[in-house]
């Protein structure tokens, strides 16, 4: 699709940007641009446009208001040692992107246009993409933009992809966190939309993140909503399990959990490593007797923004119980490095994880 370039004349200058990327907040600072698509259901997608990152004007009736049709991704940019920029398997974000648009009654946006855009809009706003140790967090979502109060699906959308700089998800180092067990709330149930990528599952994960933040912890765990026994995942990452014999364990995609981008490449190169790698369900009681017996030698939680991260106590109403050490352990460790290094091209991966952006 041909996409209408018009650059933005309150664009920050070299000074200013560099002063904003100094050290950014993760989604507080934005680049200059973004990226907009229409769809109608007479025209179909059309209207592709590069323009000044500015706010939406919607009718108070828009019906993203009211009944809250909108899915969104996320995926990184990256700054090669050779100057250019590559993506990271920015095709699975897009196939993702199109399960939770039928999942959600909406228009699919085809895989190809969704990483046009996001190559659109890093081409422009390519100066924002940070060296080191950070990458420029991509964020395309899909709105039901309707002026209509009548239930149904909507019969005209907006597509979008903003940008923003970050540097390193965790200061000083990538420290095991605490996560709080959840057992007044569910995530997601069996027929609902824990598949797909929308904003409903995060509004309804809120309570139970503030929660755990009242208790001391990092992150929320969540348990089924049937029997509320087996394991799930965090409020936004998946979870594997590492035991003593070298293996490993995540819980199935049964419709209920996310199905991410990151717990698929770990997967993926665990296995290539000659691990074991069962996605099989795990009930809190064997998490809990597993981690006190020593059977359970390490688990970590993944996901774009922290990529890999240690979980180190687990924490309830009916006590709480540690894992490992107070240090990442070996096999977390070991698969976080090399995950990175890939996706930031310092080392080979399997075919078609990076993805360069043709500047």
Known sequence: MQFKIMKNPAALDDAARADAMANPAFGRVFTDHMVTIRWTADKGWHDAQVRARAPFQLDPASAVLHYAQEI??????????????TMFRPERNAQRFIQSARRMAMPELPEEL?????????????AWVPGGDGSLYLRPFL?????????????????????????????????????????DYSRSGPGGTGA???????????????????QGCDQVVFLDAAEHRWVEELGGMNLFFVF???????????????????RDSVIELAQKQGRTVEEKRYSIDEWRADAQSG???EVFACGTAAVIVAVGEVRSVHGDFAIGGSQTGPVTADLRDTLVAIQRNKAEGP?????????
């Open 351 to 359: 075919e078609g994880w990076v993805h360069k952006v043709a500047l």
């Open 196 to 214: 797909a990528k929308c904003g409903g599952n995060y509004a309804a994960s809120l309570v139970a993140q503030a929660e755990a933040i009242k």
């Open 143 to 183: 709105f039901a933009n309707e002026t209509f109060l009548g239930v149904k699906p909507a019969a005209d959308f907006i597509f979008c992809v903003i940008a923003c700089p970050v540097g390193a998800y965790f200061k000083g180092g990538a420290k095991p966190v605490s996560v709080w067990l959840s057992e």
């Open 244 to 262: 003593e014999d070298g293996s490993m364990l995540t819980p199935p995609l049964t419709g209920t959990i996310l199905p991410g981008i990151t």
């Open 114 to 126: 969704f990483v046009q855009a996001c190559e659109e809009l890093i081409r422009i706003d390519k």
């Open 295 to 297: 059977k359970l030698r």
């Open 72 to 85: 969104f991704e996320g995926l990184k940019a990256y700054r090669t040692g050779d100057g250019g920029i």
